[in-house]
């Protein structure tokens, strides 16, 4: 390249307009020519845009524990590592006064913006044009639920990237559209600290500011594990990806001591009409770009480096895999695609994804106020929410299922019973129902925390009950709103052919009922938890398999529940059960008395 054909190119590249195939063909043939430094002393830690030179930081770490808030604009960090990961494309293909790649400024950068895979932690390779090219999360499902993405969800790309270099003392750093999040890995095991795995297990963005362990963060995975331990080996290693969205704008203070980071995009910006689910995130892709990411590193001995880069959107050439973890993982191959022209197929031949202009380089300070920076470090986003349901509802029969007829001849008597399936090909009978009490407090002899919730804690259940059900539960376990606790016993047989496990969760063995005077019935919104051994013990903690039955072998059981005012007050309550069999199915009734004053 001449001096001319270099001076059109800088000129074409700082026009606010569509960055063409021909312009960036003519920027990536500068680029490949050797660079020449412009001058700084050799005593300076120099690094370069590459894809794969810089020293591979180590991939887990323990998470910041729950509770122990970092002051804002003091994120800590790891000097050798920042700014990566599950990525998609960020290409960074740049031009300097001498031919380089670092693009306008004439300064030479101390730091490399450096692609990783997620799923493996390691180095991606350049692309055929010196393009820093990322994995990209996809997602199974796409975006379903675009009201949540526009109010409390968003979309985290999984477009990561870190910063690497050799006496980084801080990081700063700003994106024009969305906002930046961090994410860390860490590894937990049952063998290590059960509790803590139990809360992982039963992570939700329902959950989100929940939890000791996993409270402060606004995405929880479970990556995966290579370890070929079995899932019930309690030392079985699991990766655990912990993403905390931060703002528009980081500062980050790096120091050896902390956990790996790497920071990726985020938008809850309206990405318009799309034909399904999973084309939605690529239309969120699309969002950024055009947009500009700016990057300052300052070192130890006090001197800043600024890059800063343009984002495009492209759809790279890949391949999906399963990893050693049996994870289905990105295989990408560095190489910008057309699709449509090389008749390839989205997901099994490429995937669309961001790369990088670095436009210009400097070794001024952060340009930007750092006013707002980590805005949102100090507090998990707020939680998906669930929507209200009737506390009475109408029966649904379903299909090749009969409406039960309720009258004295269908009517079982409570020492009679009938007959319910738990799981297929199982047949039991519930007799000797009885309703032993009805009361707004706690049964006398049960402990709230000795219960098994179903839903890992109990303030996780208030907050689903009382947006769903209408009610909470105070820590004594007395309910406030229109609900009562009932304890319940009966004797379950097995009447069927073979032995079989089974749950004392009397939810499960049938409904609260009523019937109006038409004959419809409905039913009730209720929750039930398992006693065991015929008396108060609290049944094993996320387990329904509390009894096995042989056929003809017998147990009395108790449970309690938490069921409506309105159907217990109706007088034609009643227990309805469900019968399974392929040839008959159909539901039973038996009668149910209100305990007596």
Known sequence: MNENEFWAAYTDSQKEIELTKERKRTIVNAARRPHVKDGRSASSHEAVVSGGQAKRPSMTAPAAPSGQRRPRSRIMLPIAACLAVIALAVGLVTLNGNGGLFGFGGATPDFAVQAYAADSDSILEMGTENQIIFSRTVDTYGI?????????????????????????????????????????????????????????????????????????????????????????????????????????????????????????????????????????????????????????????????????????????????????????????????????????????????????????????????????????????????????QDVVRPLDVGNGTSAPVVSEETLHSAEEGARFTFEQDSLFSISNLAMLERSTDMPDGIALESLRSG??????????????????????????????????????????????????????????????????????????????????????????????LAPGESSHVRWVAIVPNEILDDPSLFFLTFVDDSDNRHFECIELSLPSE
């Open 144 to 388: 379903s639920d675009k009201a949540a993405y526009l109010s409390t969800e968003g979309y985290y790309t999984g477009c990561l990237f870190r910063v690497e270099g050799e006496g980084l003392a801080r990081i700063q750093a700003t994106v024009s559209t969305g906002a930046l999040y961090s994410r860390t890995n860490e590894t937990v095991s049952a063998g290590d600290d059960p509790d803590k795995l139990n809360e992982l297990m039963s992570w939700k963005p329902t959950a989100r500011g929940l939890g000791e362990h996993y409270g402060a963060y606004d995405d929880v995975q479970v990556v995966g594990s290579n370890d070929g331990l079995e899932k019930s080996d309690p030392n079985k290693q699991w990766v655990v990806s912990l993403t905390k969205k931060l703002g528009s704008t980081i500062d980050v203070a790096v120091d050896e001591d902390s956990p790996a980071c790497s920071f990726g995009f985020w938008t809850n910006e309206d990405y318009g009409e799309v034909e399904s689910d999973m084309d939605a995130p690529d239309a969120v892709i699309d969002l950024f770009d055009g947009a500009t990411l700016t990057i300052t590193a300052t070192f130890a001995d006090g001197h800043t480096t600024t890059q800063v880069i343009e984002l495009h959107a492209a759809d790279v050439k890949a391949a999906m895999t399963q990893g050693d973890s049996g994870v289905y993982e990105i295989e990408l191959t560095p190489e910008i695609v057309d699709p449509e022209a090389d008749g390839l197929e989205k997901y099994a031949d490429y995937i669309h994804t961001l790369y990088g202009v670095v436009k210009q380089t400097t070794h001024e300070a952060f340009p930007y106020s750092l006013d707002n920076a980590n805005e949102f470090e100090d507090a998990a986003s707020e939680p998906m929410t669930f929507e209200r």
């Open 455 to 548: 839903m890992g804690s109990w303030a996780y259940y208030n907050r689903v009950v009382s947006q769903i059900d209408g009610y909470t539960l105070d820590d004594d376990g007395t309910i406030q709103g229109d609900f009562s606790w009932v304890v319940m016993e009966a004797d379950i047989a097995n009447v069927g052919k073979r032995s079989s496990e089974l749950t004392a969760d009397g939810g499960f063995f049938g409904e609260y009922a009523i019937v109006d005077d038409e004959g419809a019935v409905s039913t009730a919104l209720a929750r039930s938890f398992a006693l065991l051994n015929g008396g108060w013990d609290s049944a094993k903690s996320n387990e329904y398999s509390d009894l096995v």
